[in-house]
Each structure stands twice: as C-alpha cells, then as structure tokens.
C-alpha cells in the first residue's frame, strides 16, 4: 500500500474524532503486514487523561485483532506542517517495531520518518534483564 493511500485511510477515520474539548482531530492508520489496515482517531474524555490518541487507538485495533507484525503508520492532523505522534504513542511504535512513520496534515505535507528518528533512544524490555 502506497503511503497516500495510507494517508487516505487516516484522513477518513479523522472525521470521526471526538474531540469537543480540544477541537484537535486527528486521524491515524496502521499497515498490518498481513497487508490489512486499521483506523483510529483520537478519543477525548471530560478527565482529560482518560483519552486515547489516533494513532494507539489503530494500533491497538490492528493487536486485538492478532496483528502482531506492523509495517507502517499514518497519522494527520489540521495542523501547519507535518503532524508527529506524542510521546506516549511513539513509546507504542517502538514496542511493536512500526519501522516506518508517515506523518501529515489537511494541506497534504508529507514527512516520513523511521521509528530511531522518531524515537532513537526507545525504552524496551530488554532495559528491564
């Protein structure tokens, strides 16, 4: 799958983002490499640390339903460049290995990154032995 066609899937699941605090949608969609694709949006909830961001809400889609190898990342934004995954879901790219991160906004910027650009010092369970 080409990475429009990625991007593509990401901008449709931002529509349906529910964001009535932040007014900040956004869109993700995960490559599986059984060559499926899984959406997600961002979650808002009144406790603010309740919510779930786009791109773990694909993530976790494409694991619950025994996608365990994932290939690619999508994640959009209205935003003025380039719309790039928070800590916590950079943390969730690393510990499933999504090698390639393609981030962008409404305007159709484009910046991929691979997963050691985005988070080159990746804590992992190996820290833990």
Do not use: H, W
Not at 9 to 24: G, L, M, Q
Not at 31 to 46: D, Q, T
Not at 86 to 103: K, L, N, T, Y
């Amino acid at each position: 799958m080409t990475e429009e066609k990625l991007m593509e899937v990401a901008r449709k699941y931002r529509e349906n983002a529910y964001a009535p605090y932040s007014k900040f949608k956004v869109g993700a969609a995960v490559l599986a490499g059984s060559g499926r694709v899984y959406g997600g949006c961002n979650i808002e909830n009144s406790s603010y640390s309740l919510g779930n961001c786009a791109e773990r809400t694909a993530i976790f889609k494409a694991v619950s339903e025994g996608e365990n190898e994932l290939e690619a990342l999508a994640v959009v934004a209205d935003t003025d460049g380039p719309c790039a995954p928070c800590g916590a879901c950079r943390q969730v790219i690393a510990e499933f290995g999504i090698p390639r991160i393609i981030m962008g906004n409404m305007k159709g910027e484009v910046r991929i990154a691979t997963l050691e650009e985005l988070l080159p010092f990746a804590f992992s369970a190996e820290e833990l032995t």
